[in-house]
C-alpha cells in the first residue's frame, strides 16, 4: 500500500477482489464517494498503484468543471487505453454506430490486456459523458475490466442528473462510501506531517474540526509544520489555509495558477501559454514552485491542480475585473488554437460567413468559448460572441444527438428568432422535456401562422411529436390539429406537406371516426411517394398504420410497418428505424406471431441503448416486462415496471405513463395484488370519464381491486348504451375483452352476449393492450369463456384453440388461466404436442428454426456441440467426447487441493464464521470486515478446487480443461443465438446443461432434425 494512503484498508482490499472476479472472466464495478477532500483520489491512486503490478492498463479520465468536449473524460480514458475511436467534436456518425465502434475497440483492448478505468469527479460530467457512462456499465459483464468512478456525495454538489445516474448503477456495482478517518487515523495523519509524538491533543482537535477529511487533516497539520508549531489554534476554514499557502508562491506563479483556474481543474499548457501571452517553456518554468508547494502538478503537456479546492480558492480569489480578462483572453486563445489569425467573422445567422478556419474546427472549441465569453462580463462584444458560439455548439450537439447537451446551450445562444426557437424547443422534446418543449414550439407554430410563414409552422408541429415520423404525439393537443388544418393548405406538393398531411390525418383521429383521416393518410402516402423522399415516406406509412389500428387491418399494418423499416433503415435515421420497429411489433403481437416480434424487439432495444434518450428507450422495459408476465416470471416483470416508471417520467410522456398503467394492473391482476393499487386505478382512469373505451378496462380492473359494485354499474351503463360507441381503434379489442369479462365476473348475461357477438369475427387475433403494454391472450380465450358461461356448446372448442396457441408460444401465465377455464367446463389436463426444430449447417452459418422462425448464425465449436446435444435429448454426453479424440492432452496432476490442505480450509472456515459472529455481536465493524474478508477469500479457493458433489478437480484434469472449454463455447453459441432468436435462446438457456458430461433436457419433448455436415 502507496505510504501516504490511511485508513482505507477496507476499500483497498474491497477493489483487490473485484479484480479476481476480473480475472475469473467478469468485469466490474466500483463506486468512490465521499465529500471533497476525503481520499477519494487518493485511493484511486493507490488502488492503481497496486493494478499495475498485477499487470493491469490503468486509464483514467477527469471531469472538468467548464465547458469540454463532448465525452472528455472518456477521452483521456480512451487515449491512455490506445483506443482509436474518434469521439464526436464535429458532426458524425450518431451514438448508435459510435458506440457499437466504443464497445468492440474496447473489447479488443482489454482483450489484449485486462484494465482498470478510472473516472473521477462525475459529479462534474455532462449529459454525454453519462450517456457513456450508463453504456460502459452495460458492457462490463463481458469485458476482462473494471470500471472505478469517484464523485461527491452531497445534494449542493451532485446535480440531479448525476444523482440518477448514480442511483441507477446496477446492485452488483459495488458502493464504497468514503468518511472521515477515524481519529487513531487521523492521529497516524498528523504524525505522518509533523513527525511521532505529536500532541495527541493538538491531533485530536484536528480531528474535531475537519471530521477526519484526510485533505484538510494534511493541509492544517502542515501549515503547522510551516510555523513551527503543534499548538491548537489553525485558521478557521481550509480556505484561509490554502490561501495561505498560495500567498507563499512567487507572483509569476500565482499568476500562473490564476489563468489556470479560468480553464480548468486540468489544463494544457499551450492553451494555458496562450492566455498567459508566454512561452510554454516560461510558464512550465513556473509551475515548478507550485508542484513543489504541491498546489499543482504537471503530467506531460498538461497541469492539474492538485485537489479542485485549491482551484476554487485561486478562482474566488480573482476579482470580478480580473476574471472578466482572463475569460476573454482564454476565448480568444481557444478561437486561436483552430485558426492562425485567433479571430473568426461570427456573425449572427449561421453558417459562418467568410470565416478564416473550417466550421469543424470552430466547432470543436465553441461550447468552451462560448463559456469564456459568457464569463467576460463587461467586454466588447463578448454577450454576442457568447451567443454566437452557444449557436453553434447547440447545432453540433444536436447533429451527435447530443439532445441535452444542445438544449443547454440554445439557452445560451438566448432568442436568435424562430427558426432559432424551433430547434430549441426540438432539442427540449428529444431530451425528455416534452411539456416545456412543446410551449416553445407552439409559440414559433402561433408566429408563424400569424405571418403566413407555413413551412415553419408545419415544421413546429411535426417537431411537437418528436420530430417528423411523430414517436410521441400527443392527440389530446387539438391545436395542433387547427394549426396544421391552416397551414397543409399552403404548403407546396413536396415533402414537408407529406408528412403535415399525415400528422393532420392522425389528429384528426381523436374527433372524425369516419373515412376521412384514412383518406387523408392515403393521399400523405402517394404525396411522399412522389417526392420520392424516403423521410417523409416513413411518416406517412406511420400515419396509416394509426388511423388504421384496430383488428380489422392487422396484415395490412404488418406490410406497411415491414415497408416503414425498410425505407426507414435507407434513411440511417435512428429514430424512424424505431417507429417502424414499434408499428412492427404490436401488429406481430396482435396476430401472436411473438418469435418474430421478439426478434424486432431485440433489435429495438440494441438501436436504442446508445442513444440513451428516455423518449425512445421506455418501450423496452415495457415490452419485455409483458414477455416475462406472459412466460410465467411475475418478479421479472416487476423490476421492469420500475424501470419502466423511471424512464416515463424522465421522458415526460403520456404514452409510456399508459403502458406503464397496462403493465402494471396486468401484473398486479396476476399477482392478486390489484387491491393495493385501487387509488392508483382511480387516478389513471378519472382523465377518461365518460369516454366508452374506458368502461370495459375500468369496471375488470375495479372488480379486482375490490369495487364490485361499481364494476357492475359501469358494464349495465355500458350494456343499455351499446357498444357501437366505443371506437373501433387501437383499444377497441382490449375494451371488448375486458368489458365481455367484467359482464362474466359479473353475471350480467345480455352483456356477456354483446360482448361475445362483438369478439366472435376476431377468434384468431391476441388482445394486446395499447402499443404493447401487456398481452392478455387470444380472443379465442375470452370467447371460450362468455360462451361457457352462456352454455353454448363452441366453448371447449374456443378453449382448446386457445391453449394451443398459449402453448405454442410458451405463455405459462395464460396456460394456467386457460387450463383452468377448461377445467371448469369439466375438461381434463390436455397433454402438450410435441414441438420440432431445424439445427442445418449451410458452410460457414448455421440455419437455426423453431416455431416457424429461422434466424442464421456463424458457424463454431459451440453451436457444433448444440448440434450433437439437440440430436440426442435427454442424452448425457461426455466433455471428452464434444472436444473429439485426440484434441486434450497431458495428464492428471492431482487434485488441486490435497485432503489435508482441504480440511485445513474447511476448519479455519469454521474458525472465521465463530470470530464473525462474536465479532458482529460486539459490533467490532473491522474486526467483523477483516474476518469476513479471510473467509470470502478461502471460501473462493475451496470452491475452485472442488467440482460437482464436492470431487476434488485435478490440476491437469483433462476432463476439468474440457469442461472448461466446453461450457464457455456452448454458452457462448447459445448467446449468439439469443441475439437473432430470441425466444429459441431462451428455451436453449433453460434447457442445456453443461459440466463433465452436457445433456439437453427440454420440459416438453422436442423432435430436433440436425445436419452437422452441408449437403449431408
Given amino acids: 500500500m502507496p505510504e501516504l494512503v490511511v485508513g482505507r484498508e477496507r476499500e483497498l482490499s474491497t477493489l483487490a477482489g473485484l479484480l479476481d472476479e476480473v480475472e475469473r472472466g467478469r468485469g466490474q464495478g466500483a463506486l468512490l464517494i465521499g465529500d471533497a477532500g476525503i481520499g477519494k483520489s487518493t485511493t484511486a491512486a493507490a488502488f492503481a498503484d497496486t493494478v499495475r503490478d498485477r499487470g493491469y492498463a490503468v486509464a483514467w479520465g477527469r471531469c472538468p468543471e467548464t465547458e469540454a468536449l463532448p465525452y472528455w473524460p472518456w477521452r483521456q480514458a480512451f487515449r491512455a487505453l490506445g483506443l482509436t475511436t474518434a469521439l464526436p467534436d464535429s458532426p458524425g456518425p450518431g451514438r448508435t454506430t459510435l458506440f457499437a465502434e466504443i464497445a468492440d475497440q474496447l473489447a479488443a483492448a482489454t482483450a489484449r490486456r485486462p484494465a482498470v478505468i478510472i473516472l473521477e469527479d462525475v459529479q462534474l460530467a455532462d449529459g454525454t459523458t453519462l450517456t457513456l457512462l450508463r453504456f460502459v456499465v452495460g458492457l462490463l459483464p463481458e469485458l476482462p475490466c473494471l470500471l472505478l468512478i469517484t464523485s461527491r456525495d452531497n445534494a449542493v454538489d451532485v446535480p440531479e442528473t448525476v444523482a440518477e445516474t448514480l442511483r441507477a448503477l446496477p446492485p452488483s456495482f459495488v458502493r464504497l462510501p468514503l468518511a472521515g478517518l477515524a481519529l487513531a487515523e487521523t492521529v497516524q495523519l498528523v504524525e505522518r506531517v509533523l513527525g511521532a509524538g505529536t500532541d495527541a491533543g493538538y491531533a485530536g482537535d484536528v480531528h474535531a474540526r475537519t471530521g477526519g477529511n484526510p485533505f484538510f487533516v494534511q493541509e492544517l497539520a502542515r501549515l503547522h509544520a510551516s510555523r ?236 411537437m411529436g418528436g420530430g417528423v415520423g411523430g414517436f410521441e404525439v400527443d392527440l389530446t393537443d387539438r391545436e395542433q390539429t387547427q394549426l396544421l388544418e391552416r397551414v397543409v393548405p399552403m404548403l407546396p406538393a413536396a415533402a414537408l406537406k407529406a408528412a403535415a398531411m399525415a400528422r393532420l390525418a392522425l389528429g384528426r383521429t381523436l374527433t372524425d371516426h369516419g373515412d376521412q383521416p384514412r383518406e387523408l393518410a392515403r393521399q400523405a402516402v402517394t ?116 424501470r419502466a416508471a423511471q424512464l416515463a417520467e424522465e421522458a415526460d410522456s403520456a404514452n409510456a405513463r399508459l403502458m406503464v398503467f397496462a403493465l402494471r394492473t396486468a401484473h398486479a391482476c396476476a399477482t392478486g395484488t390489484m387491491p393495493k393499487l385501487r387509488g392508483y386505478l382511480d387516478e389513471a382512469m378519472a382523465p377518461y370519464a365518460g369516454n366508452p373505451m374506458a368502461d370495459g378496462p375500468y369496471a375488470y380492473f375495479s372488480l379486482h381491486a375490490g369495487a364490485a359494485e361499481r364494476a357492475r354499474a359501469i358494464v349495465r351503463h355500458r350494456a343499455r348504451n351499446g357498444l357501437d360507441a366505443i371506437v373501433k381503434d387501437a383499444e377497441w379489442l382490449e375494451s371488448i375483452a375486458f368489458f365481455g369479462e367484467a359482464a362474466r365476473l359479473t353475471g350480467d348475461d345480455e352483456a356477456v352476449a354483446l360482448a361475445y357477438d362483438a369478439l366472435a369475427p376476431y377468434s384468431e387475433l391476441w388482445v394486446v393492450d395499447g402499443i404493447g403494454g401487456a398481452c392478455l391472450g387470444t380472443v379465442a380465450l375470452f370467447l371460450g369463456r362468455l360462451a361457457a358461461h352462456l352454455g353454448r356448446p363452441e366453448a371447449r372448442r374456443l378453449l382448446e384453440t386457445a391453449l394451443e396457441a398459449h402453448r405454442a408460444v410458451d405463455a405459462e401465465t ?27 449447417r449451410l458452410g460457414a452459418t448455421w440455419a437455426a428454426t423453431w416455431r416457424g422462425v429461422t434466424a442464421h448464425v456463424p458457424d463454431s465449436k459451440g453451436v457444433r456441440d448444440l448440434a450433437v446435444l439437440l440430436a440426442r435429448p435427454r442424452t448425457p454426453v461426455g466433455v471428452l467426447d464434444l472436444s473429439g479424440p485426440g484434441r486434450v492432452a497431458g495428464g492428471d496432476l492431482g487434485p488441486l487441493l490435497d485432503d489435508q490442505a482441504r480440511t485445513a480450509y474447511r476448519e479455519r472456515l469454521r474458525e472465521l464464521d465463530e470470530d464473525l459472529a462474536e465479532a458482529e455481536a460486539c459490533n467490532d465493524l473491522a474486526r467483523a470486515e477483516k474476518a469476513r474478508a479471510e473467509r470470502d477469500f478461502l471460501a473462493r479457493e475451496l470452491a475452485g478446487a472442488l467440482g460437482l458433489g464436492g470431487r476434488a478437480r485435478s490440476a491437469g484434469d483433462p476432463v476439468e480443461r474440457s469442461r472448461k472449454a466446453v461450457s464457455m463455447r456452448i454458452a457462448a453459441a447459445v448467446k449468439a443465438i439469443e441475439r437473432v432468436h430470441p425466444a429459441l435462446g431462451r428455451h436453449l438457456r433453460a434447457s442445456i446443461r453443461t459440466g463433465r458430461q452436457c445433456v439437453y433436457e427440454p420440459e416438453d419433448d422436442v423432435t430436433w432434425h440436425c445436419q452437422s455436415a452441408p449437403g449431408a
Wanted: aromatic content about 4%; hydrophobic content about 45%; overall charge negative.
Fill in 527 to 642: 404525396l411522399a411517394r412522389e417526392t420520392g423522399d424516403p423521410r417523409a415516406e416513413v411518416a406517412a406509412l406511420a400515419a396509416w398504420c394509426d388511423v388504421h389500428a384496430g383488428p380489422d387491418h392487422v396484415a395490412e399494418r404488418i406490410a406497411a410497418a415491414e415497408r416503414m423499416l425498410a425505407t426507414a433503415s435507407e434513411t440511417g435515421d435512428v429514430a424512424l428505424v424505431l417507429l417502424a420497429r414499434r408499428q412492427l411489433v404490436v401488429a406481430l403481437l396482435e396476430q401472436g406471431r411473438f418469435a418474430e416480434a421478439d426478434v424486432q424487439i431485440a433489435a429495438f432495444a440494441h438501436a436504442v441503448r446508445p442513444l440513451g434518450l428516455p423518449l425512445h428507450s421506455w418501450l423496452v422495459p415495457i415490452w419485455q416486462g409483458m414477455r416475462a408476465l406472459m412466460n410465467g416470471h411475475p418478479d421479472e416483470t416487476a423490476a421492469h415496471i420500475t
Fill in 814 to 840: 395464460l396456460v394456467v388461466e386457460t387450463e383452468k377455464a377448461l377445467a371448469e367446463l369439466g375438461v381434463g389436463r390436455l397433454p402438450r404436442p410435441t414441438d420440432t426444430g431445424e439445427l442445418c
Fill in 228 to 463: 513551527g508549531t503543534t499548538s491548537t489554534e489553525t485558521p478557521t476554514g481550509v480556505r484561509q489555509v490554502l490561501e495561505r499557502r498560495l500567498a507563499r508562491l512567487r507572483q509569476p506563479a500565482y499568476d500562473v495558477l490564476a489563468a489556470a483556474s479560468v480553464l480548468g481543474e486540468d489544463v494544457d499548457i499551450d492553451l494555458l501559454a496562450a492566455v498567459e501571452q508566454t512561452p510554454a517553456s516560461d510558464v512550465l518554468g513556473v509551475l515548478g514552485d507550485a508542484e513543489a508547494a504541491r498546489l499543482a502538478e504537471v503530467d506531460g503537456n498538461r497541469v492539474r491542480f492538485a485537489h479542485s479546492l485549491v482551484r476554487e480558492v485561486v478562482y474566488s480569489g480573482l476579482g470580478a475585473v480580473r476574471k472578466s480578462d482572463l475569460h476573454l483572453r482564454a476565448a480568444q486563445a481557444l478561437t486561436g488554437r483552430c485558426c492562425p489569425t485567433g479571430v473568426h467573422n461570427v456573425t449572427h445567422g449561421l453558417p459562418l460567413v467568410d470565416a478564416c478556419c473550417s466550421a469543424d474546427l470552430i466547432e470543436a472549441n465553441a461550447g468552451r468559448v462560448a463559456a469564456h465569453y459568457r464569463a467576460a462580463i463587461g467586454q466588447p462584444d463578448a454577450d454576442k460572441l457568447s451567443r454566437e458560439f452557444a449557436l453553434i455548439a447547440a447545432r453540433a450537439a444536436m447533429r451527435r444527438s447530443g439532445y441535452e447537451q444542445a438544449v443547454h446551450f440554445y439557452r445560451w445562444a438566448g432568442d436568435l428568432g424562430p427558426v432559432v426557437r424551433l430547434e430549441f424547443g426540438e432539442a427540449q422534446v428529444l431530451a425528455g422535456e416534452l411539456t416545456s418543449g412543446r410551449d416553445t414550439l407552439h409559440g414559433v407554430a402561433r408566429e408563424a401562422v400569424a405571418t403566413g410563414d407555413a413551412e415553419t409552422a408545419a415544421r413546429a408541429v411535426l417537431a
